[in-house]
T-cell receptor
Framework: AQTVTQSQPEMSVQEAETVTLSCTYD???????LFWYKQPPSRQMILVIR??????QNATENRFSVNFQKAAKSFSLKISDSQLGDTAMYFCAIISSGSARQLTFGSGTQLTVLP | GAGVSQSPSNKVTEKGKDVELRCDPISGHTALYWYRQSLGQGLEFLIY????????KSGLPSDRFSAERTGGSVSTLTIQRTQQEDSAVYLCASSLGSSGANVLTFGAGSRLTVL
């Protein structure tokens, strides 16, 4: 079984500042993928960034980057130069690359960017 | 289509009635997933289709829930004799394949309210 824990239910950040969202996970699989999804009030889940566990290099997508610590089973998301449009619920998720077909989600962190 | 389409966007029903929720995945996506998101919670896996078959129904909460997929495309999630605890947003997602390497694309969800 896989589990994902997001210990920060709510966070806020000033516009243009940097914020880091935490995520820890547990899995018995050796190869897996980790994701951060964003869910704005429109309800649409939008992929923010993806990390393959066998790659040591941290993934980056423009203002979004991750700090992947495989031994610690930690996968935090850093948002630089925060924008008002970044206000959303952020979910961390894991899926095994093998036989498991479920994407397991954490409980989410509500991020509010303040003007 | 360009994205995953779900209907209805919102549904209000009375306790004890049956409801059908529809998902139209991205053309060519063979894998289709249903998730449930209760208020302020993360996503709970319900069922997964590969083509028209459902190899994993482990998340369906009771025998009042069923789902089918026809023609390897459209899927319908049916909830019989709805209960108030069924109130939630039901999200559908599709992907090119079922391995963990494939990214899920989500629809905007169907919000179900059972009075």
């Amino acid at each position: 079984a896989q589990t994902v824990t997001q210990s920060q239910p709510e966070m806020s950040v000033q516009e243009a500042e940097t914020v880091t969202l935490s995520c820890t996970y547990d899995t018995s699989e050796s190869n897996y993928y980790l994701f951060w999804y964003k869910q704005p009030p429109s309800r649409q889940m939008i992929l923010v960034i993806r990390q393959e566990a066998y790659k040591q290099q941290n993934a980056t997508e423009n203002r979004f980057s991750v700090n992947f610590q495989k031994a610690a089973k930690s996968f935090s998301l850093k948002i630089s130069d925060s924008q008002l449009g970044d206000t959303a619920m952020y979910f961390c998720a894991i899926i095994s690359s093998g036989s498991a077909r479920q994407l397991t989600f954490g409980s989410g962190t509500q991020l509010t960017v303040l003007p | 289509g360009a994205g995953v389409s779900q209907s209805p966007s919102n549904k209000v029903t009375e306790k004890g009635k049956d409801v059908e929720l529809r998902c139209d995945p991205i053309s060519g996506h063979t894998a289709l997933y249903w998730y449930r998101q209760s208020l302020g919670q993360g996503l709970e896996f319900l069922i997964y289709f590969q083509g028209n078959s459902a190899p994993d129904k482990s998340g369906l909460p009771s025998d009042r829930f069923s789902a089918e997929r026809t023609g390897g495309s459209v899927s319908t999630l049916t909830i019989q004799r709805t209960q108030q605890e069924d109130s939630a947003v039901y999200l559908c997602a599709s992907s090119l394949g079922s391995s963990g390497a494939n990214v899920l694309t989500f629809g905007a969800g169907s919000r179900l309210t059972v009075l």
